[in-house]
Nanobody, 116 residues
């Protein structure tokens, strides 16, 4: 079992920045992929960014150049630095871990609100 706990959400003005963090515990390994997803009201959950165990990253086109995902394997944390936030970035952000055997775990989410 893996437990994920997000933090760092909140209210920010458009153009501002927020840093989300996710603390992982349980059977999580540095080789597991970690990711951030988001879900806005009335929309499907979408991938925002993913980082592999080897540190390779991939981003949704909508956040490229503005968001940065990183991980600290020693602390079992993954972060999402969000800059130049737009109203359309407002959503509940979820931390995700995919273990080596393909099992996905999810955090409860943290709300990001962006005022225009």
């Amino acid at each position: 079992q893996v437990q994920l706990a997000e933090s760092g959400g909140g209210l920010v003005q458009a153009g501002g920045s927020l840093r989300l963090s996710c603390a992982a515990s349980g059977r999580i390994f540095s080789s597991d992929a970690m990711a951030w997803y988001r879900q806005a009201p009335g929309k499907r959950r979408e991938l925002v960014a993913v980082i592999t165990g080897g540190g390779r990253t991939r981003y949704a086109d909508s956040v490229k150049g503005r968001f940065t995902i990183s991980r600290d394997n020693a602390k079992n944390t993954v972060s999402l630095q969000m800059n130049s936030l737009k109203p359309e970035d407002a959503a509940v952000y979820y931390c995700n871990a995919e273990t080596f055997n393909g099992i996905n775990y999810w955090g409860k989410g943290t709300l990001v609100t962006v005022s225009s």
